[in-house]
T-cell receptor, first 110, second 117 residues
Framework: DAKTTQPPSMDCAEGRAANLPCNHSTISGNEYVYWYRQIHSQGPQYIIHGLKNNETNEMASLIITEDRKSSTLILPHATLRDTAVYYCIVRANTGNQFYFGTGTSLTVIP | GAGVSQSPSNKVTEKGKDVELRCDPISGHTALYWYRQSLGQGLEFLIYFQGNSAPDKSGLPSDRFSAERTGGSVSTLTIQRTQQEDSAVYLC???????????????FGPGTRLTVT
């Protein structure tokens, strides 16, 4: 599975959009981009995933560049409850594990 | 619906004792995973089950660690002769299996916090 690179930490003002970047320059054609988050003392929570098209659900939007070497997770209106560590993961859908890395620690500021 | 559940939520044990950690996956999920997370660290993969078999045990750190799954549902992770470095949060996840071996997103339980004194 390809490795990912994320900034270690970010701040975002409450109510503003949080844009979390991820580089995955060695991604393979059959690998998807997944985003999870982990709120303190809880298990990771699935957010969204995509292959090459942009995706949106009730939690977030995922923007994947045309060359698929990077992506951005967008939380459109960040709340204090969005403070968490966000993990970007690339994985083939037949791969049997997720490599979580160290993620981005997002702090939403009142 | 019910999510992944794990028990106990917290376990304190003395060095050298054996412990068993339990995971109840989401009903119908054929794939089950165990991870552990040390304080301030990322998740470390331990083992993967498909049904009752474990095609990938590559993450088990030593032969003191073992896991089984029965009836394609509940799984137990056993740590024998616990050491202080085994202290961590042990997380279980499950996912469904689609056509052509496609594994869908994993859903995690709340974890078991193990402290070895």
């Amino acid at each position: 599975d390809a490795k990912t690179t994320q900034p270690p930490s970010m701040d975002c003002a409450e109510g503003r959009a949080a844009n979390l970047p991820c580089n995955h320059s060695t991604i393979s054609g059959n690998e998807y981009v997944y985003w999870y988050r982990q709120i303190h003392s809880q298990g990771p929570q699935y957010i969204i995933h995509g292959l090459k098209n942009n995706e949106t659900n009730e939690m977030a939007s995922l923007i994947i560049t045309e060359d698929r070497k990077s992506s951005t997770l967008i939380l459109p209106h960040a709340t204090l409850r969005d403070t968490a560590v966000y993990y970007c993961i690339v994985r083939a859908n037949t791969g049997n594990q997720f490599y979580f890395g160290t993620g981005t620690s997002l702090t939403v500021i009142p | 619906g019910a999510g992944v559940s794990q028990s106990p939520s917290n376990k304190v044990t003395e060095k050298g004792k054996d412990v068993e950690l339990r995971c109840d996956p989401i009903s119908g999920h054929t794939a089950l995973y165990w991870y552990r997370q040390s304080l301030g660290q990322g998740l470390e993969f331990l083992i993967y089950f498909q049904g009752n078999s474990a095609p990938d045990k590559s993450g088990l750190p030593s032969d003191r660690f073992s896991a089984e799954r029965t009836g394609g549902s509940v799984s137990t992770l056993t740590i024998q002769r616990t050491q202080q470095e085994d202290s961590a949060v042990y997380l279980c996840a499950s996912s469904s299996l689609g056509l052509a071996g496609v594994l869908y997103e994993q859903y995690f339980g709340p974890g078991t916090r193990l402290t070895v004194t």
